[in-house]
Nanobody, 114 residues
Framework: VQLQASGGGLVQAGGSLRLSCAAS????????VGWFRQAPGKEREGVSC???????YYADSVKGRFTISSDNAKNTVYLQMNSLKPEDTAVYYC?????????WGQGTQVTVSS
């Protein structure tokens, strides 16, 4: 499975972005899919996960602001990010598998200005 993340950019605090993670060479249907992020000088952390049966999980820091969803017909998983904060600034990665991730996509930069 190859993953392609997109949708990052520069946004002001309070704004929104939607990240997409598209799969090729396979499907997400048998995998959980996770979003992770890594800020400069910090370790990579889990942000959200959606399982193959549609259950969703969120880090405490993003609960109520981020929403993960999947479109099986498009083989794509989304991360809707609302009420963005400067501390959300990071490179965001998607992965097939949450604990542990099995396949990583390349990252997409999210920058939130204050």
């Amino acid at each position: 499975v190859q993953l392609q993340a997109s949708g990052g950019g520069l946004v002001q605090a309070g704004g929104s972005l939607r990240l997409s993670c598209a799969a090729s060479g396979g499907t997400f249907r048998s995998y959980s899919v996770g979003w992770f992020r890594q800020a400069p000088g910090k370790e990579r952390e889990g942000v959200s996960c959606i399982t193959s049966d549609g259950s969703t999980y969120y880090a405490d820091s993003v609960k109520g602001r981020f929403t993960i969803s999947s479109d099986n017909a498009k083989n794509t998983v989304y991360l809707q990010m609302n009420s963005l904060k400067p501390e959300d600034t990071a490179v965001y990665y998607c992965a097939a598998g949450c604990i542990p991730p099995a396949y990583w996509g390349q990252g997409t930069q999210v920058t939130v200005s204050s």
